[in-house]
Every structure is written in structure tokens, then in C-alpha cells.
T-cell receptor, first 120, second 111 residues
Framework: GAGVSQSPSNKVTEKGKDVELRCDPI?????LYWYRQSLGQGLEFLIYFQGNSAPDKSGLPSDRFSAERTGGSVSTLTIQRTQQEDSAVYLCASSWRGWRVGGSDTYEQYFGPGTRLTVT | LAKTTQPISMDSYEGQEVNITCSHN???????ITWYQQFPSQGPRFIIQ???TKVTNEVASLFIPADRKSSTLSLPRVSLSDTAVYYCLVGAATGGFKTIFGAGTRLFVKA
């Protein structure tokens, strides 16, 4: 089936504008994750959803960042009043709840291609 | 969440076996060890996961000693296309948890 998709693939915005990034997870995956990756750096965890609920929002960098997930599927990450330091690739991933499948536990996260955000 | 420590970078040549070791001294009883691979301009891709002893799949092997305070990802006979960043993660096996990737190990495979 289809993998994780993200849109847009690239976004250039002016400082101070709001942006919305979208993630379509793999159908049936109950867990969804957002990460941020600056050039040449590792992944920075932002938030995860279990169903429509986000139990831990501590990874969001500031109150300008928010995320929601509806219907246990699509998620949007919104950045208000963008700043230049928000420029990065935003990655979304999804996974099964992780119960034993085929005799072995799996915690595999499937990643989308990312959205490259540039704030000018 | 258990913190992980990996070498920042490693060099190798085509055809060699590469072993990347990850330290996770504070691993919890329920934690699994998972490795991901990331190529430039792509999201990470799952390589292998294990709990103890040895796990092998078509891509790699994962060696975990009895105390589980470290693990070693072994890539047999690497090729140029194995040049990537490799991340070691430690956490619960069930999905839907905060996950910390760390800086990873940049592997350079030379001809």
C-alpha cells in the first residue's frame, strides 16, 4: 500500500507568516510522529499522537507550534509567526501500536519524505 | 528514556564489515534497541530491532550482550550505497511513545 505522504514537499515563506504542514500516515497506523531536522543535524522529536490524542507535547519548541490529528489519520503541524530558525525539514512518521506481529514485536516507524521549510 | 552514545563518524572501504557500537547504560527492562538508516534528503528507514543476544535479517546483524548496556550493528560487506547516517534508539517496543534519535553515526564507505 501507499507509504507516508507529506505536503507540501517544499515551502518558502516570509518571516512572520503562518504555515501548515500536512501528514498522511499509512492506513491503519495508530501512532503518528513529527520530527524536525536542521541541515546536517539529527532528528529532533516534536510530538507524537496515539489515535487523535497527543499525550506529550513537551517536544514542541515554542507555543508558536501546534499539531492536531483528526479521525485517527491525517495530521497537521502549524507554525505561527514563523522565524528564520524554524527553517528545517519537517518529517512525519507513523507506526502500528506495536503489538506482536508475526511472532515478534516491532516498533518500526515509517517515515514520509519530509517538508523542507525555508523562512526568509 | 535511555540516552544513547554512538561514534560521530566512521570510515570504511567497500567489501569490509562495519560494526557500529551504541552505548545505552540506562536501558530499562522493557526497552528494545532499534537501528535506523538515513540517506541524504530522505527520512530514516528501519534496519533492525532486538531485545537481547543476536538478531539477523537480510540487511544487518544486531549483537546485544547479556547486560544490554550496549549493542553493535554489523553491516556485512558494505558498498558505496551504504554511506548514510545510522541511528541507535532505545525505547519501548510498542508504538506511540516519545522517541529520541540522537546525532547518529555518519558512515562513509570509500571505493
Amino acid at each position: 500500500g501507499a507509504g507516508v505522504s507529506q505536503s507540501p514537499s517544499n515551502k518558502v515563506t516570509e518571516k512572520g507568516k503562518d504555515v501548515e504542514l500536512r501528514c498522511d500516515p499509512i492506513s491503519g497506523h495508530t501512532a503518528l510522529y513529527w520530527y524536525r531536522q536542521s541541515l546536517g543535524q539529527g532528528l529532533e522529536f516534536l510530538i507524537y499522537f496515539q489515535g487523535n490524542s497527543a499525550p506529550d507535547k513537551s517536544g514542541l519548541p515554542s507555543d508558536r507550534f501546534s499539531a492536531e490529528r483528526t479521525g485517527g489519520s491525517v495530521s497537521t503541524l502549524t507554525i505561527q509567526r514563523t522565524q528564520q530558525e524554524d527553517s528545517a525539514v519537517y518529517l512525519c512518521a507513523s507506526s502500528w501500536r506495536g503489538w506482536r506481529v508475526g511472532g515478534s514485536d516491532t516498533y518500526e516507524q515509517y517515515f514520509g519524505p519530509g517538508t523542507r521549510l525555508t523562512v526568509t | 528514556l535511555a540516552k544513547t552514545t554512538q561514534p560521530i563518524s566512521m570510515d570504511s572501504y567497500e567489501g569490509q564489515e562495519v560494526n557500529i557500537t551504541c552505548s545505552h547504560n540506562n536501558i530499562a527492562t522493557n526497552d528494545y534497541i532499534t537501528w535506523y538508516q538515513q540517506f541524504p534528503s530522505q527520512g530514516p528507514r528501519f534496519i533492525i530491532q532486538g531485545y537481547k543476544t543476536k538478531v539477523t535479517n537480510e540487511v544487518a546483524s544486531l549483537f546485544i550482550p547479556a547486560d544490554r548496556k550496549s549493542s553493535t550493528l554489523s553491516l556485512p560487506r558494505v558498498s558505496l550505497s551504504d554511506t548514510a547516517v545510522y541511528y541507535c534508539l532505545v525505547g519501548a517496543a510498542t508504538g506511540g511513545f516519545k522517541t529520541i534519535f540522537g546525532a547518529g553515526t555518519r558512515l562513509f564507505v570509500k571505493a
